[in-house]
């Protein structure tokens, strides 16, 4: 008994009637989407990451010249009701050749001391760290960070002290990169700030 080949008509798939056939071509868009997505997020989230800080690079210490320290303490005209105490007040200088650019508001809390002063120097921003650096802990201050200010460029320099009244307190000094203005002169801002931390 012969068995007859199938036809060529009939050896293809059957469809039944009202079911149309998926076609992997639109199949194998969704991975390709998601992907593309993907990379879109990557992309972005490497250009702007979450909480990105201005990176730093802390200055060498130097050997300090040329700056003289102004000797009327920095906050001699912020004391209020005797807070600072004198030793912590009479603990904080600038350097003599600055210029005093204002006070800056710090949202501190209202119940305890916290200002901030602005100056510009002529001196470059590694000069003044290596002179603040020094002095600070010359003053009686306990250096306990040195890094990159939150939000912005430069060097911060934080420091604690005991005050005399039983507390206490902080000063922060931030110096900002040197500028250099369209005629090449060189101008470094910086600030400090001295507040009230905890009692002892």
């Keep these: ?9 009939s050896s293809k798939l059957q469809v039944p009637a009202g079911v149309h056939p998926t076609s992997l ?7 390709i989407s998601a992907g593309v997505v993907l990379g879109l997020f990557i992309a972005l989230n490497s250009l702007f990451p979450a909480g990105k800080q201005s990176l730093t690079v802390i200055p060498k210490i130097e050997p300090i010249t040329g700056l003289h320290t102004n000797m ?3 906050f001699t005209h ?5 807070i600072p105490p004198a030793n912590i007040v009479n603990s904080v200088f600038v350097p003599l050749e600055t210029t005093f650019a204002g006070e800056i508001y710090t949202g ?4 305890s001391y916290d200002r901030r002063l602005r100056y510009t120097s002529p001196r470059a921003e590694g000069a003044l760290y290596s002179y603040f650096h020094a002095l600070i802990t010359s003053q009686g201050w ?3 960070s040195v890094s990159a200010p939150t939000g912005s460029t430069g060097v911060e320099i934080l420091a604690q002290k005991a005050g005399d009244d039983g507390f206490y307190w902080e000063e922060g000094v931030v110096i900002h990169p040197t500028r ?6 060189q101008s470094t801002s910086f600030s400090v700030r001295l507040y009230q ?3 002892e």
């Design 72 to 74: 009327v303490p920095a």
């Design 180 to 185: 250099f203005s369209s005629s090449n002169v």
């Design 25 to 31: 071509k639109w199949a194998a868009i969704v991975p």
């Design 78 to 82: 912020y004391v209020v009701n005797g």
């Design 108 to 111: 501190g809390q209202a119940s």
């Design 1 to 9: 008994m012969s068995v007859s080949s199938p036809s060529t008509a």
């Design 197 to 199: 931390a905890a009692a």
């Design 142 to 144: 306990k250096i306990f």
